[in-house]
T-cell receptor, first 114, second 113 residues
Framework: KAGVTQTPRYLIKTRGQQVTLSCSPI?????VSWYQQTPGQGLQFLFE???????NKGNFPGRFSGRQFSNSRSEMNVSTLELGDSALYLC?????????????FGPGTRLLVL | AQSVTQPDIHITVSEGASLELRCNYS??????LFWYVQSPGQGLQLLLK??????LVQGIKGFEAEFKRSQSSFNLRKPSVHWSDAAEYFC???????????FGKGTTLSVSS
């Protein structure tokens, strides 16, 4: 079974631009979560989608948004990019609630904002 | 608020020596706990998890972890470290909503020959 895939793997943008990252979960997984990883803040939860609905959101500004499609694939969007948005963005999928399931992570998209 | 603390930022261990990485959590109920490993430039790979039952959990690559409720700890151990174990290790707990992982800051493991 294929793992979680993320595209693109690397991205360079300039301040003020917007970016869209894509995530394809493991087949059959309906929950997709996004995390931001930076050297200073570590791994921080962005949001989680289940059956096209956002169920939980972390403490990030409204410039960060996401969505999930009917096939469980997910995208996240960051508008008006800032230098501090440079990070590794990780997507993770699970069958359903984490209370009884495990999240499996993709390789990440490394975003550099210049 | 829930939190995870990994007290050691960086640890160096000789190849063949034993390893213990510390993790303390803050959570009112029975926690769901995980250890993940991340190699440079890679995503996170699950090493092991604790949901309930036996407090000593076996994982992949020869790792194990012990859940101690009285100490709010979930320390990761390996009896004999290999050079390929050099990586960053993250301890995590599921949030109360069951929809996100709360991670510690990570411990970087270096292995010396």
């Amino acid at each position: 079974k294929a793992g979680v895939t993320q595209t693109p793997r690397y991205l360079i943008k300039t301040r003020g631009q917007q970016v869209t990252l894509s995530c394809s979960p493991i087949s059959g997984h309906r929950s997709v979560s996004w995390y931001q990883q930076t050297p200073g803040q570590g791994l921080q939860f962005l949001f989680e989608y289940f059956s096209e609905t956002q169920r939980n959101k972390g403490n990030f500004p409204g410039r960060f948004s996401g969505r999930q499609f009917s096939n469980s694939r997910s995208e996240m969007n960051v508008s008006t990019l800032e230098l501090g948005d440079s990070a590794l963005y990780l997507c993770a999928s699970s069958l359903s609630d984490l209370g009884s399931e495990t999240q499996y992570f993709g390789p990440g998209t490394r975003l550099l904002v210049l | 608020a829930q939190s995870v603390t990994q007290p050691d930022i960086h640890i160096t261990v000789s190849e063949g020596a034993s390893l213990e990485l510390r993790c303390n959590y803050s959570y009112g109920a029975t926690p769901y706990l995980f250890w993940y490993v991340q190699s440079p430039g890679q995503g996170l790979q699950l090493l092991l998890k604790y949901f309930s039952g036996d407090t000593l959990v076996q994982g992949i690559k020869g790792f194990e972890a012990e859940f101690k409720r009285s100490q709010s700890s979930f320390n990761l151990r390996k009896p004999s470290v290999h050079w390929s174990d050099a990586a960053e290790y993250f301890c995590a707990v599921v949030n109360q909503a069951g929809t996100a992982l709360i991670f510690g800051k990570g411990t970087t493991l270096s292995v010396s020959s």
